[in-house]
């Protein structure tokens, strides 16, 4: 009899473990981003209108107010227009990124469809944002886990080896400018760059490159982290190395930031706002530190905070500053889901057929 009934307890014990099992599976399917990506859409509608009450009230409603009745809403179609040029410049740099070293060949239609992807909430809300988007349509394009990572590094890599330089010149015209009250703790940073170039062509040589870039089972974190960084700094160098085969790369990269930087001037224009262009280049390179593909949910409300505090810290008057930035994240995040909800059908395919372990299929370009 003690026997039945230690048999009946344990029964229930596994019945109620499973039922447990059960309701957390429920729990992660309702919270996960990937089949629910309306959720997070609702979740950066609230934090974008928390940032817009905070900021709000350090502004002042008066003169928000004051600056809204005075906008002039044709600079918006220059803002659009500027989308589109960073949209197309993104699409270039990701080909190029992928097929250099005999690596995967995107089609254009393909191609653009995954920037859309990246570009839109619905499916940058993880923690490596849209670059991991890049990672799996790579993948599913007959990259290795190893290759496919290398590249994604890489694009994230090209991003800054092209904002950057900008940004330093930027810097170095403002602190040459007798005239200029900006704070010059915001100018002055942007002079590490230099070494900061030094070490990546350094690191970058081919036989550093091959020895730090190797990466086995046994590597901690840090070591992976530091192996994966070197090898984006390789695949940037074979890049730069072969501008006739991928200077489109280069090319499609300064289109995408050129684009960022005009719909950002464009939208402060709209308000009123005039900025010098080095002053708007530093802005825009310091509040924008981590790009929207790099953060959760395209950095929904971390994005508009550290611009407008940008702008203000280079004496960029607070209300044109707030409401520009925001007009400007219309543009740049909101208007981008549209594409992105287009491209929904590529992105289940790529993550179906990669996680089954499905025929992979290399695309040929167009």
């Not at 993880?126 to 290795?144: I, N, P």
């Not at 008057?317 to 219309?330: D, E, K, M, S």
């Amino acid at each position: 009899m003690g026997r039945v009934a230690d048999y009946v307890r344990t029964l229930a014990l596994v019945a109620v473990h499973q039922y447990k099992m059960t309701i957390l599976r429920r729990i992660r399917q309702v919270l996960s981003v990937r089949r629910h990506p309306v959720a997070v859409v609702v979740g950066s509608i609230v934090v974008v209108f928390s940032a817009a009450v905070l900021l709000g009230d350090l502004a002042g409603h008066a003169p928000l107010l004051h600056t809204a009745s005075r906008v002039a809403p044709e600079w918006f179609a220059l803002c659009l227009v500027a989308q589109v040029i960073a949209y197309l410049g993104y699409v270039f740099a990701l080909r190029e990124t992928a097929r250099v070293d005999d690596g995967p060949r995107l089609d254009f239609r393909h191609a653009a469809n995954v920037v859309a992807a990246g570009f839109g909430a619905f499916f940058s809300a993880s923690a490596a944002g849209g670059f991991e988007v890049d990672y799996w349509a790579l993948r599913h394009a007959g990259a290795s886990r190893r290759e496919a990572l290398k590249r994604v590094f890489g694009l994230g890599t090209l991003e800054y080896a092209v904002l950057a330089p900008a940004a330093m010149f930027s810097a170095i015209a403002i602190l040459a400018d007798a005239s200029d009250n900006v704070r010059p703790s915001m100018s002055w940073p942007w002079l590490a760059v230099i070494p900061g170039a030094a070490f990546a062509v350094w690191a970058s040589q081919p036989h550093r490159a091959t020895r730090w870039g190797s990466i086995d089972n046994d590597s901690g974190r840090l070591r992976t982290a530091f192996g994966n960084f070197v090898a984006g700094l390789s695949v940037v160098r074979r890049l730069v190395q072969q501008p006739r085969a991928h200077g489109l790369a280069l090319v499609g990269t300064a289109m995408y930031w050129f684009g960022e930087i005009l719909c950002l001037w464009a939208a402060l224009m709209a308000f009123g706002a005039q900025v010098r262009v080095p002053v708007l280049i530093v802005g825009f390179a310091t509040g924008y530190v981590l790009t929207r593909r790099s953060l959760p949910a395209g950095g929904a409300g971390i994005a508009e905070v550290a611009l407008v505090f940008a702008l203000v810290w280079l004496h960029v008057a607070f209300a044109p500053a707030l409401l520009g930035v925001f007009a400007y994240r219309f543009f740049n995040f909101w208007l981008a889901l549209l594409p992105a909800f287009a491209a929904r059908g590529t992105m289940r395919t790529i993550r179906a057929e990669t996680a089954l372990g499905g025929k992979v299929h290399t695309r040929q370009a167009a």
